[in-house]
């Protein structure tokens, strides 16, 4: 029996407005599309904005792009829904053997798969115009990332390691940023890349502690189960890599002071989420995943930061 759609999922966050204030009929599709749980656009955004901000701080601009920035938040947005519904679509079946995912959309009969395939569809029309605005060499770069978004969803039945593929996907934004401001790549946004992939895997695996006995049951493989009491660690090593990753792109960036102390803000911020890592509190997980907002704000703040005083001090 399919449980009734107007059950929200554990993970949502607590008052959200689709619980709220959405009409009752568009509620499924809202939360088909993760609006009841920011945290993913925000994780998939960051990047961009990393990037964009640092090409403008390498470029010695005050200020990067308003409008690109903007242009990436909707993308971030809309793509983050596009790809839920997708993942939300391969996964029905093994979402109905997990406690945290059985309320999905799909998984409870809330939504159709031909009405979940025509919202996807309708998502991903609204990020192919936000691509289409960008330079050329960008909308080649975009349309690149579409490989490890597909691929996905089937990584979690066939290796231990889809953390590293969802790493892939939800790191592209570090590149677009950069070959939004100047049409090609070069070494800051390669480095910032792989620091962002090592931070995806550090941060999903925090995030698939909540669902470990259910995984194990269900034959679901993810990186938390693999590295099971040493996944501490794990998202140690994981981490430690990004910062490593992050001060080279930002040596090759030639960024000032602040945007080193953002650097090492952020390095602190990691640790402190490595501190609170206990594999048997699925709750404690989710609120040290939800906090990387905050670490990627705090990165971002410096970069900004740094832009515009080295400008001003020129």
């Keep these: 029996m399919f449980d009734h759609p107007e059950v929200s999922v554990p993970d949502a966050v607590k008052g959200n407005w689709v619980d709220r204030l959405a009409p009752v009929w568009a509620r499924p599709y809202l939360r ?28 010695g601009r005050v200020s990067p792009d308003l409008l690109l920035l903007a242009l990436f938040l909707l993308g971030s947005v809309v793509m983050r829904g596009a790809g839920s519904t997708y993942n939300d679509i391969v996964d029905r079946d093994l979402d109905r053997r997990v406690e945290r995912t059985r309320h999905r959309p799909i998984a409870s009969g809330a939504v159709g798969v031909k009405a979940a395939a025509a919202f996807c569809a309708f998502q991903c029309l609204i990020g192919l115009a936000v691509l289409l605005s960008l330079n050329g060499f960008s909308q080649i770069l975009g349309l690149a990332s579409l490989v490890p978004v597909l691929v996905y969803p089937f990584m979690k039945r066939i290796t231990s390691w889809p953390q590293a593929v969802l790493g892939l996907a939800f790191s592209w934004g570090a590149l677009m940023g950069w070959a ?54 794990a998202v140690a090593a994981f981490y430690g890599i990004t910062v490593g990753l992050t001060a080279v792109a930002f040596t090759a960036a030639s960024v000032g002071v602040l945007a080193w102390l953002g650097v090492i803000a952020f390095g602190v911020h990691l640790m402190w989420q490595v501190s609170r890592i206990d594999i048997l509190d699925g709750q404690a997980a989710l609120v040290i995943f939800q906090s990387n907002r905050n670490a990627g704000l705090i990165l971002l703040l410096g970069v900004a930061l740094d832009a515009a005083v080295r400008h001003f001090g020129a």
């Design 180 to 233: 939004s401001v100047y049409g090609t790549l070069s070494w800051p946004a390669v480095f910032l890349y792989l620091a962002t992939v090592f931070w995806t895997m550090g941060y999903d695996t925090i995030y698939a502690i909540q669902d470990i006995e259910d995984d194990a049951l269900a034959g679901i493989r993810s990186t938390a189960l693999m590295f099971g009491a040493s996944t501490q660690a």
């Design 32 to 59: 088909l599309a993760r609006f009841d749980r920011p945290i993913g656009w925000w994780l998939l955004v960051l990047p961009c904005w990393w990037s964009t901000v640092l090409a403008a701080d390498a470029g």
